[in-house]
């Protein structure tokens, strides 16, 4: 859990990041419609949770290193909400209203959301710097941009609207990028959760069972374990779908002899887990699936290895590409120099995305990957995935007898001082222990 502490902590942090006089602010997410009066699950924006763990939708947070209330204390947080309102809460659910916001979010001043075109020129005002991210979410940008327009038009000057605009997301997500113990916890939990569900899914495959199924038997070890919703849209591929890479139908029925790919994490107080792994359907696999697989795993047993502070992804990308070019020759799927169909990219026809991603409470967390030019050297603390696949189209020009193979293996790690900890270890990787598990399901 993250407690309240950490949240206070990760706003002071981020203020004092901030140059002198300096305002801050960062909207919660909408509801999205779904189909007429029902709407998606309501999903925070992560950067708003990142700073308030706060679950209502429109709120706005604003956050200043330079006012003061009127007996002179820090004025450093304040929260708008959707005020307390008895036909909406029958309606629509529970809100927290602003008095409660105060005492359960530690926020120094709640208002409702009514008074905040009201207010916020007048809490811009003063401040030099800005810090808002723009383009992200058009009703918040016509707020900001409208308080702006009233400061700037305050008659006699008699307001100052801050000059400059910083985009917020430089500092904050450089935070996000660097995950506490208390978080790392948190997705520890989450990938033990998913960890357990993959298993649940190994055993009750077979032939005959439809893809949406396996997604059933996941969904209800998350929630079952206290992770309502996955992460994202869980791909249950089977047979030559496992080569469409982000194949979310789920529709067909699992045929005997074919491989399943199942990319699933649930989500776990806003952090995701994400994990892949790819089975037989019928608990073993025959010798070109375990050749294909054999080489995928090899290959990230070997970027693993690089994935250590200091490092760079792109570094345990080159040693993975390495092994998978070798094994590609030698399975007759290449021909050729290893050192010159690295260089030409022969391989990418098979593997055709990154190693991986960093992890948080987005799948695809924020953080930057290069500056400058430079690929970033890994820090402790930073989480992401170890994703290599091979893709054999059904049409492909490899031998026959490869194509329609799709194997993902995916594992999530968290950088430590010393190296790093794969979190996804509970869910067996090599052939051996998924033909053993499956072989102990009945
Ligand atoms: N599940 C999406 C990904 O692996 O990036
Ligand atoms: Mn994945
Ligand atoms: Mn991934």
Redesign the pocket.
């Known amino acids: 859990m993250i407690t309240l502490a950490e949240f206070q902590r990760r706003r002071a942090q981020l203020l004092a990041q901030c140059k002198p006089s300096s305002i801050v602010v960062i909207p919660a997410a909408s509801q999205v419609t779904r189909s007429n009066d029902t709407e998606h699950p309501f999903r925070q924006n992560s950067d708003f949770w990142y700073l308030t763990g706060f679950n209502e939708a429109d709120a706005l947070l604003v956050l200043s290193n330079q006012l003061a209330n009127e007996d002179g204390d820090d004025l450093s947080s304040m929260l708008f909400v959707l005020p307390k309102d008895p036909h909406a809460e029958i309606w629509h659910g529970r809100r927290m209203g602003p008095e409660k916001a105060v005492e359960q979010l530690g926020i120094d001043e709640a208002y409702e959301l009514d008074v905040l075109e009201e207010l916020l020129p007048a809490l811009l005002n003063g401040h030099e710097h800005l810090y808002y991210s723009l383009d992200e979410n058009p009703q918040a940008d016509e707020i900001v941009q409208s308080a702006l327009a009233q400061c700037k038009s305050a008659p006699k000057q008699s307001m100052v609207a801050p000059a400059n605009i910083v985009d917020v997301s430089v500092l904050l997500h450089a935070m996000r990028n660097i995950k506490s113990s208390a978080e790392i916890a948190l997705m520890r939990e989450a990938a033990v959760i998913s960890s357990d569900a993959h298993k649940r899914a190994m055993r009750f495959v077979a032939p005959g069972v439809y893809e949406y199924q396996l997604e059933a038997e996941l969904h209800h070890e998350f929630a079952m374990r206290g992770a309502r919703y996955p992460a994202y849209g869980t791909i249950v591929g089977s047979g030559d779908n496992a080569c469409i890479l982000h194949y979310t139908e789920n529709s067909d029925c699992i045929k005997d002899g074919n491989l399943v790919l199942i990319?699933a994490g649930c989500e776990l107080q806003g952090y995701a887990a994400?994990i892949?792994r790819t089975f037989p359907a019928n608990g073993k696999f025959n010798p070109e699936q375990s050749a294909l697989y054999q080489l995928v795993l090899d290959s990230q047993l070997a970027a693993l290895e690089v994935l250590k502070p200091g490092n760079t992804i792109a570094q345990a990308m080159q040693a993975c590409v390495a092994v998978i070019v070798k094994g590609l020759c030698e399975l007759g799927i290449l021909s050729g120099e290893p050192d010159a169909l690295i260089a030409e990219d022969a391989w990418r026809p098979y593997f055709m995305h990154g190693l991986?991603?960093y992890?948080g409470l987005d799948?695809?967390d924020v953080g930057i990957y290069k500056k400058e030019g430079e690929d970033l050297p890994l820090a402790p603390g930073i989480v992401l995935?170890v994703?290599p696949g091979l893709y054999i189209a059904p049409d492909s020009d490899a031998p026959a007898k490869y194509r329609g193979i799709g194997i993902r293996i995916?594992d999530d790690i968290v950088i430590t001082e010393s190296g790093h900890e794969i979190l996804t270890s509970g869910v067996p990787k090599t052939i051996s222990e998924i033909e053993a598990l499956m072989a102990s399901k009945s």
């Open positions: 990319d994400d892949t991986g991603h992890l799948v695809h995935t994703e995916e």
